[in-house]
């Protein structure tokens, strides 16, 4: 067995990064949890190159509940549409739904909770003030009543599912600014000079961004995961859009007989959450090597 | 103490008031004509002026907010826009279905996320430990509406053990109780293990198996009773959204709660039940919060001085 100790001092010449990989490198969940979401990403972005839309949408009764075979790899549904091509072509909207969520979260995220947490006082106390409203009632209502208001569409799901997510990632990256903007470091450079630009970008970025890593990394899992809940209530994205919600709402009826409708779609979501939450796992335990047992 | 509490029951007031103005605005900005979805294709455009007035559609929006809260603040709230229904009564009518939902769901996230948790934290790095965590993972990563689709198959329509939808017994009670926990069952698992961890590395834990405490006795008595404070917190978060993921378990399992009847009016742009189910939930919400900290500040003397003093 080798000491892990040692190994890490034998890379004491490594960058922070460096030494963040390494970490991440062996937590075999992690890895395999990205390469797997990485192939899922191949899968669903390349999906135009090899299998048509078309096949997702068109409508052809006569063929509805055919079981997986070779023609229909997953089989055809209520409608005698390819489940394959709404499972891969649901997997676009869902995915790029959920990443986009994550970045408009984190990017108003960070001002806002940036300017909280650096500058504090009154900015701090309106935009508490302006959380606490935010998170009055649970998230999955405020996004449901936002995304009926604004109508059906992918970017209305975006935005409605931000508003819901934005205050508590501002919460994470003030607490994350705050216990930073007090340490010493932080005072020595304030000391020599730097301005607030510098000390933001070289001090307060590098070593305040894990929990923001992390945060943002279990956001994509919950995302996936309301998209695809408001997608069963039957919001958000309008039929015969396929995404992996709706996939479900659309053959809830039938699964009982052809338990395929029910399987693939909840296996679909299922795993690629999964693979988000152990990624974001090794990374909390990468980017915080205190946490390590 | 009281002071403390009178601050924090004012400062409910700000919120609700923020939420509830939020949520009007953009609903009085969206897309669509609620009077000619409530009239139908074949009102006239008088008769369509004439309810546009009666509803008071015709005045700018932060007036019509006014005049809402005015009313709500009398105990009117209105009636339904589709169904002509007082929203007040109805909701009533369906709260205790949500509450019994999100109180057994509770119940179940308690006993099966703390005991995972102390068990996980008492053999630290051991086997029992990383398959918690991992079934905690993956637990965490299934979308509720499946499981809570699978669990109906499997038990109510191919078992027949336990009745598939609807409400009446507390058997109708335990598939969508479990669904619902299952949102929150993984978070408070490593919950608990982690605040407990912090507390087993601790001095006092080193000195109570120095004189030889047997170690159920170590997390027992000792270990337990410190490491759990910070959960009590997190179950206050558990139980309000329990009454955000009602929506999901509701659909699913067809129990006329709140949120059945805010995504039924949510999608027909019913706006006096929207905002009469936002305006509760926010209200239960807060409650419950305030609560959390009460029982906090109760159970915990260090917090419980700092009040006093």
Not at chain 1, 92 to 108: D, E, K, N, P
Not at chain 1, 134 to 159: D, H, K, Y
Not at chain 1, 191 to 197: R, W
């Amino acid at each position: 067995m080798d000491n892990p100790k040692r190994r890490e001092k034998d890379r004491r010449g490594q960058s922070q990064l460096g030494l963040v990989i390494v970490r991440f490198k062996k937590n075999r969940m992690a890895v395999f949890g990205f390469f797997f979401l990485a192939a899922i990403a191949v899968i669903v972005l390349t999906a135009p190159l090899y299998l048509d839309y078309a096949r997702a949408t068109h409508q052809n009764i006569p063929q509805q509940f055919q079981r997986p075979s070779w023609e229909h790899p997953f089989g055809t549904d209520v409608f005698g549409r390819d489940l394959l091509a709404r499972v891969v072509y649901g997997g676009r909207i869902s995915l790029f739904a959920g990443l986009g969520v994550v970045v408009f979260s984190l990017l108003f995220g960070m001002l806002f909770g940036g300017i909280a947490g650096y500058f504090g006082g009154a900015a701090d106390q309106v935009i508490m003030r302006f959380t606490d409203i935010f998170m009055a009632v649970p998230s999955i209502m405020l996004a449901l009543a936002v995304v009926t208001a604004l109508g059906e569409g992918t970017f209305n799901l975006i935005i409605a599912l931000m508003i819901a997510n934005v205050p508590r990632t501002s919460r994470i990256v003030r607490s994350s600014i705050l216990t930073l903007r007090n340490q010493e470091f932080i005072e020595a450079a304030r000391c020599y000079g730097s301005s607030n630009t510098r000390i933001i970008i070289k001090h307060i970025l590098p070593n305040g961004i894990g929990p923001v890593v992390v945060t943002a990394t279990l956001t994509l899992g919950t995302a996936i995961l309301n998209i695809a809940a408001l997608g069963f209530l039957g919001v958000g994205i309008s039929p015969p859009t396929p995404e992996w919600g709706t996939l479900l709402a659309d053959n809830r009826q039938n699964i009982l007989y052809y338990p395929y409708l029910g399987i693939i779609p909840g296996l679909a979501i299922g795993l690629s959450v999964m693979c988000v939450n152990f990624i974001g796992d090794g990374l909390r335990d990468a980017l915080d090597p205190k946490m390590k047992k | 103490m009281l002071k403390y509490l009178l601050k924090r029951i004012l400062l409910i007031i700000p919120v609700v008031i923020g939420i509830t103005l939020f949520i009007y605005v953009v609903l009085a900005l969206a897309p669509g004509d609620p009077v000619s979805l409530m009239l139908g294709p074949d009102a006239t455009q008088s008769q369509l002026a004439a309810m546009r007035h009666e509803l008071g559609m015709d005045q700018n929006v932060f007036v019509r907010y006014l005049i809402y809260m005015k009313s709500v603040l009398s105990g009117n709230f209105g009636t339904s826009w589709l169904s002509g229904r007082p929203v007040l009564g109805e909701f009533l009518q369906r709260i205790p279905h949500t509450f019994a939902l999100a109180c057994n769901s509770l119940l179940i996230t308690i006993v099966f996320g703390l005991s995972m948790g102390i068990l996980a934290a008492a053999r630290q790095n051991k086997p029992i430990d990383n398959v918690t965590l991992v079934f905690a993972l993956v637990f965490s990563s299934v979308p509720s509406f499946w499981a809570g689709l699978m669990l109906q198959i499997v038990f109510a329509l191919k078992l027949g053990w336990l009745p598939s939808m609807g409400v009446g017994s507390i058997r109708h009670m335990i598939l969508p109780a479990f669904t619902l926990s299952m949102i929150s069952l993984a978070g408070q698992v490593r919950m608990t293990r982690s605040s407990m961890l912090d507390v087993i590395n601790a001095d006092y834990i080193r000195t109570a198996r120095a004189k030889g405490a047997g170690e159920f006795r170590v997390i027992m008595r000792h270990a337990v009773r410190n490491g759990l404070l910070p959960v009590v917190t997190n179950l206050g978060i558990v139980f309000a959204n329990a009454f955000g993921g009602a929506i999901i378990t509701e659909t699913v399992f067809a129990i006329p709660g709140i949120g059945v009847y805010m995504i039924n009016a949510a999608k027909a742009r019913d706006v006096p039940i929207v905002m009469g189910v936002i305006i509760f939930v926010a209200i239960i919400v807060a409650v419950i919060n305030l609560l959390t900290d009460l029982i906090y500040a109760f159970i915990d003397p260090r917090v419980k001085m700092g009040y006093v003093s």
